[in-house]
Nanobody, 121 residues
Framework: QMKLEESGGDSVQAGGSLRLSCSAS?????MGWFRQVPGKEREGVAS????????KYADFAKGRFTISRETTKRVWYLQMNSLNPEDTATYYC?????????????????WGQGTQVSVSS
């Protein structure tokens, strides 16, 4: 069974940047990032397919966040710039063996354990 491991979460001040990393134990067809705050549903942040297709960003992420991957295709990143307190959440990486599935929470088949991002004003 595929395993995902995130890293990179931290506490930063508003306007700062962080880069999250996700390492997968196996090949996946798509990869992505979600986030969740207590009491709210997990929401998509960014996702794409291993071939670069189906690239999607949540509206709040456009222009500030960038998803990318290593050429090995088993490590991907979320570069987050211009962070604000509303970005405070636990961030989860996600993977699936279906193209296009990583934009849909219900179609994700593998989740990381989560990494905490805290942004102070």
């Amino acid at each position: 069974q595929m395993k995902l491991e995130e890293s990179g979460g931290d506490s930063v001040q508003a306007g700062g940047s962080l880069r999250l990393s996700c390492s997968a134990s196996e090949y996946s067809y798509c990869m992505g990032w979600f986030r969740q705050v207590p009491g709210k549903e997990r929401e998509g942040v960014a996702s794409f397919d291993v071939n670069g297709g189906n690239l999607k960003y949540a509206d709040f992420a456009k222009g500030r966040f960038t998803i990318s991957r290593e050429t090995t295709k088993r490590v991907w990143y979320l570069q987050m710039n211009s962070l604000n307190p509303e970005d405070t959440a636990t961030y989860y990486c996600a993977a699936a063996r279906t193209y296009g599935a990583c934009a849909d929470r219900d179609r994700v088949r593998c989740w990381g354990q989560g990494t905490q991002v805290s942004v102070s004003s």
